[in-house]
């Protein structure tokens, strides 16, 4: 059983660019969410997707976005990119039955690391 | 505001046992996770404890006290791929988790 797929692993973008960054949740769960893992800290938390729409968001800028498709997966967009952005982009996945109680536990993939020269 | 303070890095010797501390201060609270995170991979589940105690699963334990905001991961008989980042993450009223900053634990033979 395949888990949290990200895609790219790895990608250089200049400032002013614009990136999207790709998603496939594990199988059997439908709830996505979105975290930027900048070096040696925590994940913080962009936003979360269930049922094609966005449920909650971080706080972070407009220049984040996202979409969710009919299949559940999930792209995360970042527009007129800044140096500040280059982090550990992670995407989790659960059941959206236990995505809005206290024992959510969340499926990660491996991430898609952006650096933004 | 919301806020988890967990050490930075720890070192243990192999076969030993380590205790990583985490205080959080939330919004509301619905639990408390740890997650396991090696260097360059995605953060994997330990445990969640929501009432008070402690929570014994094999080598790994975690113990809450919802009174004092204060949870520890205990790691027994240590081994070297224990070495990783040990994420503490309580969830608020929203049902969002908000993360420490990791401790990094290192284990020497």
């Known amino acids: 059983d395949a888990g949290v ?25 439908d709830t996505v969410s979105w975290y930027q893992q900048a ?68 499926t990660f993939g491996a991430g898609s690391r952006l650096t933004v020269l | 505001g919301q806020n988890i303070d967990q050490p930075t890095e720890m070192t243990a010797t192999e076969g030993a046992i380590v205790q990583i501390n985490c205080t959080y201060q939330t919004s509301g609270f619905n639990g408390l996770f740890w997650y396991q995170q090696h260097a360059g991979e995605a953060p994997t589940f330990l445990s969640y404890n929501v009432l008070d105690g402690l929570e014994e699963k094999g080598r790994f334990s975690s113990f809450l006290s919802r009174s004092k905001g204060y949870s520890y991961l205990l ?32 284990i020497k033979p």
């Open chain 1, 39 to 106: 070096l040696g800290q925590g994940p913080q938390f962009i936003f979360q997707y269930y049922e094609e729409e966005e449920r909650q968001r971080g706080n972070f800028p407009d220049r984040f976005s996202g979409h969710q498709f009919p299949n559940y997966s999930s792209e995360l967009n970042v527009n007129a990119l800044l140096l500040g952005d280059s982090a550990l982009y992670l995407c989790a996945s659960s059941p959206g039955e236990q995505a809005f109680s206290g024992a959510n536990v969340l």
């Open chain 1, 5 to 29: 797929t990200q895609s790219p692993t790895h990608l250089i973008k200049t400032r002013g660019q614009q990136v999207t960054l790709r998603c496939s949740p594990k199988s059997g769960h």
């Open chain 2, 75 to 106: 790691l027994k008989e240590l081994q070297m791929k224990d070495s990783a980042s040990y994420l503490c993450a309580a969830m608020d009223s929203n049902y969002q988790l908000i993360w420490g900053a990791g401790t990094k634990l290192i």
